[in-house]
T-cell receptor, first 116, second 114 residues
Framework: GAVVSQHPSRVICKSGTSVKIECRSL??????MFWYRQFPKQSLMLMAT?????????EQGVEKDKFLINHASLTLSTLTVTSAHPEDSSFYIC????????????FGSGTRLTVV | AQSVTQLGSHVSVSEGALVLLRCNYS??????LFWYVQYPNQGLQLLLK??????LVKGINGFEAEFKKSETSFHLTKPSAHMSDAAEYFC????????????FGQGTTLQVKP
């Protein structure tokens, strides 16, 4: 089956620094990747949609200059948290699939970001 | 607008007992519905999904769910709980844009007592 790898699984960074999270589709080409954020004991909230070769589409309230998304190839999307602050600490999860294949998206294993 | 409501943020059952996790949805278009399981500090694993066709959907690990349009429900069941079923469960509905976005419920923590 489809496999999505997310790296790193856990990262601790200092306040003010930037962190990059990678989401890779290992055995298929993903035209679309979604980035979600999950606070402790809460549900997943969609942050942005990443389509290969085009600019990401951000959900209302998500700062695009803070959460930079790049989807330069059909197998890789990256989320960069710029100038991270403690309130950015969260669990970030990506999902990857083919555009409009509603039942076919696969989730990555998530990245636990802690900003100190 | 699409939305999902999971009734009961915490469900506790005894090992061997029936598991019932409730999910109601609101959708402006024919919905695609999903159940995911999440173990601590891990991503989401798909249990089952309803797209079209048969309304009783069987998934992995003995779980199944029934799509009831008249009740706008998609409850998850398992006849006999195992200790390994203890986890967080999320119900989700596809966004009306039909691009693959998912709208998630708040989640239900399933506790299984020995």
């Amino acid at each position: 089956g489809a496999v999505v790898s997310q790296h790193p699984s856990r990262v601790i960074c200092k306040s003010g620094t930037s962190v990059k999270i990678e989401c890779r589709s290992l055995d298929f080409q993903a035209t679309t990747m979604f980035w979600y954020r999950q606070f402790p004991k809460q549900s997943l909230m969609l942050m942005a949609t990443s389509n290969e070769g085009s600019k990401a589409t951000y959900e209302q309230g998500v700062e695009k200059d803070k959460f930079l998304i790049n989807h330069a190839s059909l197998t890789l999307s990256t989320l960069t948290v710029t100038s991270a602050h403690p309130e950015d600490s969260s669990f970030y999860i990506c999902s990857a699939g083919i555009y409009r294949d509603l039942g076919g998206y696969t989730f990555g294993s998530g990245t636990r970001l802690t900003v100190v | 607008a699409q939305s999902v409501t999971q009734l009961g943020s915490h469900v506790s059952v005894s090992e061997g007992a029936l598991v019932l996790l409730r999910c109601n949805y609101s959708s402006s278009v024919p919905p695609y519905l999903f159940w995911y399981v999440q173990y601590p500090n891990q991503g989401l694993q798909l249990l089952l999904k309803y797209t079209t066709g048969a309304t009783l959907v069987k998934g992995i690990n003995g779980f199944e769910a029934e799509f009831k349009k008249s009740e706008t429900s998609f409850h998850l069941t398992k006849p006999s709980a195992h200790m390994s079923d203890a986890a967080e469960y999320f119900c989700a509905v596809s966004d009306s844009s039909n691009t693959g976005k998912l709208i998630f419920g708040q989640g239900t923590t399933l506790q299984v007592k020995p």
